[in-house]
C-alpha cells in the first residue's frame, strides 16, 4: 500500500524518521488509501515535538498557523502538508476545542482522540499498519462508529454529530447503532458549534451518495440548527399528486439530484414552506397554495443562519422560489426565462424541477421527465443559436440611442428595456435599424 504514497509525501516521512522519530500517515489517508480511492490530502503524526519538526525542514517554507495545536504545515512541490505532534486532548469544557493539547510520546494515544475508528488508523513507510480501535473491521463492514464512549465522545466537541453524518453520506456507510443513538442523545451539542463548521459539514454531506438515506434516519440532526425544516418532516400530503410524506418526497427528489451542492439545497429547501400554507378542501384533498415563496423565506433565513455566501443563497432562494413555476415549451417563453435568470440557474432550475417529480405520481413524473428533457434541449437551442434575451445581446445600447438622440438619463434605460421585451417576445427582429426604427428615431451614422 506505501507504494502509492506520492515521492513528497514519502521524503517528509523519511526526513522525520532521519532524525530519529516516528511518523506515520494518519486519518483520512490511511482510510482512503485502504478503501482503494485516491486520498484528498495527506496528514503525517510524529513523536517530533513542533520545533523538532521544524528543525527536520530548513529547506523547505513552514506555515505555523496551528502551532498552537501541535501542527506544522511544510510546503512540499507548491503543496501544504501537516504534520502533527502525537498528542492528547485535555478536558473540553466548551464542547468545541480542548482546553489545552498535551503532546505525548505514543502514537496509539494520539489515535485514542480521534473521533472514529475508520479516522483512526496510521499508516507508516514500514508498511505496518496501527489499528487500535477496529478501524480496518469497520471500514469492511461499512461502520462509522465512535472511538471509545460515544457520549463521551459527542460531549467533548459537537461538530462531531455533524462529522459522523457526513462521513456515512460521503463513504456510504451505515453509523454504527450505539454511535446512532448517542447522537441522537446529545443534539443540544449541536448548538456550541460555530455555524461555519456545521455549514461545511452540511455541504460536504450533502453531496455524498448516501446523502438522503443519511438524512431519512438523522432528520433530527438538521432539524437541531434548522427547526424551520420540522413541520415538514411530520407533513402529511393527502392528495392525489403525491404519494409520500413532505419530507419523504424531499429526499426522494435529493436521492435523484445531481452532483451540484446549489441543486441540492434548493432540492432540500424547495417545500419547506408547504407546512405553513396547507388547506383541505370540502373533498379532504390537501393544497400548499403559495408555498414556493414561503419556502424561499424560510430557505433565506435557513442559509443566513448557516453563513452561507451570498451568490449560492441568492441562487438557491430563486430556484426554490420558482421550483413549481410554468415554463412553457417555446422559444419566446425560454428567452424570457434566460433573461431572468440566466442560462446557467435556469438549467439549474429544471434540474430541481425534474427532481421534484420523483415521488410523485409516476404517471406525472413520466410526463415531467419528457417535458422537462424537451425544455432542456430548447435552452441549448436557443442560446447556441445566439438568439437575444438580455441586454448584452440586444443589437442596440446605451451608446446608440444617446448617438440617435435620446435623453441622457433614465430615459435610456427604459427604452433598451422597453425593446428588449418587444426582441424576446418577436415582436421586433434584433436589427439596429429597425430597433432604432420601433423607437420613431432615425438609424444612426455608422
Ligand atoms: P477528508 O477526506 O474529508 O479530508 P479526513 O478524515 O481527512 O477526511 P479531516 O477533517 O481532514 O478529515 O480530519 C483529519 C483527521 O483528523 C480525521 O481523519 C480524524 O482522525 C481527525 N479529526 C478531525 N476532526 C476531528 C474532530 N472534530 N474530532 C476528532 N478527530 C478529528
Ligand atoms: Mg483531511
Not at 528543525?55 to 513552514?62: K, V
Not at 441540492?264 to 408547504?274: E, N, P, Q
Request: glycine share 8%; proline share 7%; net charge negative.
Amino acid at each position: 500500500m506505501t507504494e502509492r504514497v506520492p515521492g513528497d509525501v514519502r521524503a517528509l516521512l523519511e526526513a522525520l524518521e532521519g532524525a530519529g522519530f516516528e511518523a506515520h500517515l494518519v486519518g483520512g489517508c490511511v482510510r482512503d488509501l485502504l478503501r482503494g480511492v485516491e486520498p484528498q490530502d495527506w496528514d503525517i503524526c510524529t513523536s517530533a515535538l513542533p520545533d523538532e519538526t521544524e528543525a527536520c525542514f530548513p529547506h523547505h517554507r513552514l506555515l505555523e498557523t496551528g502551532l498552537r495545536h501541535g501542527t506544522v504545515t511544510v510546503l512540499a512541490g507548491h503543496r501544504p502538508y501537516e504534520i502533527t505532534t502525537y498528542r492528547a486532548d485535555g478536558p473540553y469544557s466548551d464542547g468545541r476545542r480542548p482546553d489545552r493539547v498535551e503532546f505525548v510520546p505514543d502514537l496509539v494515544q494520539d489515535l485514542a482522540r480521534r473521533d472514529f475508528t475508520v479516522n483512526a488508523m496510521a499508516l507508516g513507510l514500514d508498511g505496518v499498519l496501527h489499528d487500535p480501535f477496529g478501524g480496518q473491521a469497520d471500514l469492511a463492514a461499512g461502520v462509522i462508529r465512535c472511538v471509545g464512549d460515544p457520549d463521551r465522545r459527542f460531549q467533548e466537541d459537537g461538530l462531531r454529530l455533524m462529522r459522523a453524518l457526513r462521513f456515512a453520506a460521503c463513504l456510504d456507510f451505515a453509523i454504527h447503532p450505539a454511535t446512532a443513538a448517542a447522537i441522537r442523545r446529545n443534539l443540544p451539542m449541536l448548538d456550541k458549534v460555530a455555524a461555519e463548521r456545521v455549514q461545511a459539514e452540511l455541504r460536504k454531506l450533502l453531496m455524498g451518495p448516501r446523502a438522503a438515506e443519511t438524512l431519512r434516519e438523522f432528520p433530527e440532526v438538521l432539524c437541531r440548527f434548522w427547526p424551520q425544516l420540522e413541520p415538514l418532516v411530520g407533513l402529511e400530503q393527502r392528495n392525489p399528486w403525491h404519494c409520500y410524506g413532505g419530507w419523504e418526497h424531499t429526499l426522494h427528489a435529493l436521492a435523484a439530484a445531481p452532483e451540484d451542492l446549489t441543486v441540492r439545497l434548493a432540492v432540500l429547501l424547495h417545500d419547506v414552506g408547504k407546512p405553513p400554507c396547507r388547506t383541505t378542501d370540502e373533498a379532504g384533498i390537501d393544497h400548499f397554495y403559495g408555498h414556493a415563496a414561503v419556502s424561499a423565506q424560510l430557505a433565506d433565513q435557513m442559509l443566513r443562519a448557516l453563513k452561507f455566501d451570498n451568490r449560492t443563497r441568492e441562487e438557491v432562494v430563486t430556484l426554490v422560489a420558482r421550483h413549481d413555476a410554468p415554463i412553457a415549451h417555446t422559444p419566446k417563453s425560454i428567452r424570457r426565462w434566460l433573461g431572468r435568470l440566466g442560462e446557467a440557474t435556469l438549467l439549474r432550475l429544471l434540474e430541481v424541477k425534474r427532481c421534484d417529480s420523483y415521488g410523485k405520481d409516476i404517471q406525472l413524473v413520466r410526463e415531467r421527465l419528457a417535458a422537462n428533457e424537451a425544455l432542456k434541449a430548447m435552452v441549448r437551442e436557443v442560446v447556441a443559436q445566439g438568439q437575444c434575451f438580455s441586454l448584452k445581446d440586444l443589437a442596440v445600447d446605451g451608446r446608440d440611442l444617446l448617438a440617435a438622440g435620446v435623453p441622457a438619463g433614465p430615459a435610456v434605460g427604459k427604452a433598451l428595456n422597453s425593446l428588449l421585451g418587444q426582441v424576446v417576445s418577436g415582436e421586433l427582429p434584433n436589427e439596429k435599424a429597425a430597433l432604432l426604427a420601433a423607437l420613431g428615431l432615425p438609424p444612426s451614422p455608422p
